[in-house]
């Protein structure tokens, strides 16, 4: 895109590129999956990628959507090519296949029915926002950075736990994982959006 889009747009995508890549890092230095061949692993965690990508639109709930849209319309007017501003607009979404993968892997679900499960829950309990406002926090010096970064691991485990409940409660082929944990854990889903509640007011 040298000389057909100006450079700090190119800076921005780079920038979104690197959060991904330093996530990713992170998370497989703590991975059992660290010492395995590189060949096998891709292949383990590229369905979780397309079954998100896929189906972004209809996995992510309306503020990231919104944001995902935002930022590839501001790339595609500035000469970015359509595709390339979705995919790396979609870079920070993209960083949950790590965990749906697992999760997969774990209970024998495919990763698109885990993915609805782990987005599901997500947005019902509205932890997109919680991200953000991690995200939103100092992060200048060293141990701010890190303080955040085991903020969104903490954030990342208990979507995982959510995920795998939420498949538990509804065996394949028998109806929808988040409706079914929805109805079981109803006075938890009450409790847990007083608590966001509070958060949101201060």
Sequence with gaps: LDNKV????????????????????????????????????????????????????????????????????????????GEVARRVAALETLFAALDIAEVAANTGRAAETVAGAYFGVTSKLGLAWLRDRIGALPGDGHWQALAKSAMRDDLAGLQRALATNALAAAPEGQGDPVAAWEARQRGTMERAARILGELRAV
């Design 6 to 81: 100006p450079d700090a747009i190119q800076a921005e995508m780079v920038i979104e590129a690197g959060r991904l890549i330093v996530r990713a890092a992170n998370w497989f230095l703590r991975s059992s999956r660290l010492a395995a061949p590189m060949e096998p692993t891709i292949e383990h965690f590229r369905p979780g990628v397309e079954a998100i990508y896929g189906r972004l639109n209809a996995l992510v709930d309306a503020p990231a959507a919104a944001h995902i849209e935002a930022l590839a319309s501001g790339w595609e007017r500035a000469g970015v090519p």
